[in-house]
């Protein structure tokens, strides 16, 4: 299953991403594969406990996954720090430079997002997440927010989503990028056809051009899923652009023709990388 079920510790967990967990157990083993990157790669890892978590709560987490919490402590490569030095008035870039300053390569860096609203307004937190996103492109760095899934619906899903659109990790579908464009993996139905229709919202809400959605390991769809698809490229589409839709399994394809996704205008689907 792809997301954060079963979890491993490659480099989907680098860059900005957006765990969207509905479960404890499920934003565990995210975080956990999460820090674990970071330490296989000797960075330094930042982690700013919020007030919905119970204090140690992490720790006990990690070790759960087997994580070696102690000697991470120990040397100084994983570090929890409290919201308020976590979000300085000053900006992330101080808490990014004084870590790269004790000689790691790398920063990870990751809060709650129901954490920070209580020190932030969701106006401020979303320009935080915009800056965040040009240190992720410009510095070492990576960071992991988290979104619990029954509170991130609506318009919040959408902003959210908008500066993450390569980088969710949900249950059964994240994204990715590549040449080719965004790319799609795991499963998409009804459960999870809003998180697809905001990513390809965000992904096409550009100047009328030719985009590709690489659907190769995309496993699943539905309905729901074709309707997220025609929906969140309406714009581009009506405007002139051209979406095409990379390289799908069989099984995906023969659903895209079956609901006609290939005759509406501005789609076309391909059998590989055009």
Known sequence: MWGVDGATTGPEWDGHLMLLHESAAERQAGVAA????????????LYAEGPDEQE?????ALEAHEVDVP???RDGRLTLVPLAEFYPAEGQRLVVDRALAEGFPAVRMSVGVLGALTILSPRHHLSVEQR????????????????ARSSTRGPALRDAIGVHVPGIRETCFRTGESELGLVLQGEVDACNAEVLEAAVTAFTDVPPRVLSLDLAELTFIDAAA?????QGSRG???SGGRLLLVAPPPQVERTLCLLGLDDLPGFQVVGESP
């Open 34 to 45: 999460w820090v674990q990157r970071g330490l296989d790669l000797g960075e330094k890892v």
């Open 226 to 230: 074709c309707r997220a698809l025609a």
């Open 236 to 238: 581009l589409r009506a």
């Open 71 to 73: 000697t991470a402590l």
């Open 132 to 147: 965040l996103e040009e240190l992720v492109r410009s510095l070492p760095v990576s960071v992991l927010c988290q979104y």
């Open 56 to 60: 140690g709560s992490l720790i006990t």
